[in-house]
């Protein structure tokens, strides 16, 4: 299978690159090689390479920013997708495109999860951008795959755990104060690209939900994987009232794997025991990479 790996360099996207070779053959690319936004790019892009399937990874996910940076979000996040959903229609490839719990409000009940089938309610305009071009792509082409995920952490880029270790770290005494109201499943980058490529291997078609089993807050993940780190921390709850930001989060990030249990094909474990496994793999590169930012 020839695949275009949009947004390689990123958390996700360098993930699946590294598990989709082995079988595959993979062209990775990212902003420098190939810009979404721009549909004659894109177009030529595909026309040489010529993919059975596009993956697109990019996106602009700087959540707070979208508030303000609306131009840039939405060419990425919403025009992006649509650009690559109208090439790949055009050359016969299939678009697997990944998306966001924060295309939901989060007022469901907790600890009701989120499904396929819930209508999307999004609060920010991160959320607003992510969710257009999830429509842009179903209105598009027929031979889709939409993959919303949530609270995704992994080895290369930014993400949350890098932050809370980074803060450790640096300064093992100061007081660090984590939303204890909002929820949601923390999700191995890693292991999400495992499960995209089973849903390749199954030719899946429409929106899936994939996040690690189980739920938590954001203080309960930090607390768990800074202990799982062996690093001294002093962490201690706070509500998203003590703790305000640019852009408003959902209070319910839960998703639930409807889809892909029902077809028999979810390889998702609890978020503490991939958390734990993500820390014992990789618990020496994660301390050497904060020291060598001094």
């Not at 947004?7 to 082995?22: E, F, H, K, N, T």
């Not at 800074?226 to 305000?244: A, D, F, G, N, Q």
Request: with cysteine.
């Amino acid at each position: 299978m020839k695949i275009l790996l949009c947004g390689s360099d990123g958390q996700l996207g360098s993930d699946c690159a590294d598990v989709l070779r082995p079988t595959n053959e993979v062209l990775p690319v990212d902003l420098e090689e190939l810009d979404i936004t721009d549909p004659a790019d894109v177009d030529t892009m595909v026309r040489q390479y010529n993919p059975d399937i596009i993956l697109n990874c990019a996106a602009y996910t700087s959540v707070d920013d979208c508030e303000t940076k609306k131009s840039l979000s939405w060419s990425v996040n919403a025009e992006g997708p649509g650009h690559l959903a109208v090439t790949a229609k055009n050359h016969g490839a299939q678009l697997i495109h990944i998306s966001t719990d924060y295309v939901f409000s989060g007022k469901k009940t907790l600890p009701e999860p989120y499904t396929e089938e819930d209508e999307p309610g999004p609060l920010s305009y991160y959320g607003k951008t992510k969710f257009a071009g999830e429509e842009a792509v179903r209105k598009t082409i027929d031979s889709h795959m939409i993959v919303r995920t949530a609270w995704l952490y992994g080895l290369q880029g930014h993400n949350f755990l890098k932050t809370m270790l980074r803060l450790a770290l640096r300064n093992p005494h100061k007081v660090i104060r984590v939303v204890h109201d909002q929820f949601g499943s923390p999700t191995w980058s890693y292991r999400l690209a495992l499960q995209i490529k089973k849903l390749i291997a199954v030719r899946g078609r429409g929106t899936y939900h994939a996040t690690s089993e189980g739920f938590c807050t954001w203080y309960e993940m930090a607390s768990f994987f800074l202990e799982k780190m062996r690093v001294p921390h002093s962490v201690i709850p706070c509500t998203t009232k003590e703790y305000p930001t640019p852009a408003i989060r959902p209070k319910n990030s839960i998703l639930e794997n409807r889809r892909l249990r029902a077809a028999g094909i979810d390889i998702m474990p609890r978020w503490e025991d991939d958390l734990n496994e993500f820390v014992s793999t990789h618990r020496e590169h994660l301390i050497n990479e904060v020291k060598r930012e001094k």
